[in-house]
């Protein structure tokens, strides 16, 4: 087989796997992603449909895999491995509970499909790395994951919340909007505060209590990208 062979087939592995990680990819985003130009792309889809994988086209969109459909689990690369392990050691020593037990729940998996000789290097990596005690000061939550799933289910959250000023509690119901790390606060929540009616960002270590209720809110106009940009503003123009 020559190389150019061994490169299609590799990026056409790559390509199934993205349409399987993603709802909806077009062909500009494959093009700049692997680096061919869109006829390639076109190609290359045209090849996986032909080797049975159920694409479907969306005209003007992009495209999507059929629901239901799964890809058979594929081998990490040596450096994958590593990659994940080193995260997995930052997210143990992370201080939302939550967030810990599923990140090692995903990792015992997949450590579970690695070579031997894979897994007997990512093991000794995992035993060299330390994570700083400064790092670990300040109080623990176990929110991040009830949030991360109202958050992409459109969930209102009721929440009781203590002020940073007047320290008092308050009952809010929220529209989780987005996370944000600090280094100073930790897991911030931006949520659509229906007291304030404003947005407004929530330290998690100040969150009380919390419930997913079963009310839906519609999804938000406002872009991530938007939200932090006028932040920056108010704050550069106080």
């Excluded at 007997?120 to 009830?146: D, F, N």
């Excluded at 002020?163 to 119901?173: A, F, I, V």
């Excluded at 280094?183 to 330290?203: P, Q, T, V």
């Amino acid at each position: 087989m020559n190389p150019h062979d061994v490169r299609r087939i590799s990026r056409l592995t790559a390509m199934a796997m993205q349409l399987q990680t993603k709802r909806l990819v077009t062909a500009t985003d494959m093009a700049a992603k692997f680096s061919v130009s869109i006829r390639t792309v076109y190609r290359d889809i045209r090849a996986l449909e032909q080797a049975g994988v159920p694409i479907i086209t969306e005209d003007g969109k992009g495209y999507s895999l059929m629901e239901g459909f799964r890809l058979p689990p594929v081998m990490f690369t040596e450096s994958e491995a590593s990659a994940l392990v080193t995260a997995e050691q930052l997210v143990i020593k992370s201080k939302d509970s939550s967030l810990k037990e599923e990140y090692q729940s995903a990792t015992d998996k997949i450590k579970a499909v690695l070579k031997y000789a894979i897994k007997e290097k990512v093991e000794l990596l995992s035993s060299r790395i330390a994570v700083s005690p400064a790092a670990l000061q300040g109080h623990t939550t176990s929110s991040l994951t009830l949030i991360q799933n109202a958050l992409t289910s459109y969930k209102v959250l009721e929440i009781t919340y203590q002020s940073g000023n007047s320290r008092e509690d308050t009952k809010r119901k929220v529209e989780p909007f987005a996370l944000y790390f600090s280094l100073e606060e930790n897991w911030l929540m931006i949520a659509y505060c229906r007291l304030r009616k404003d947005y407004r960002m929530f330290r998690l270590d100040r969150i009380s209590s919390i419930r997913l209720l079963e009310m839906n809110f519609k999804p938000h106009d406002l872009t991530l990208a938007d939200y932090l940009a006028e932040k920056k503003k108010k704050f550069a123009n106080p």
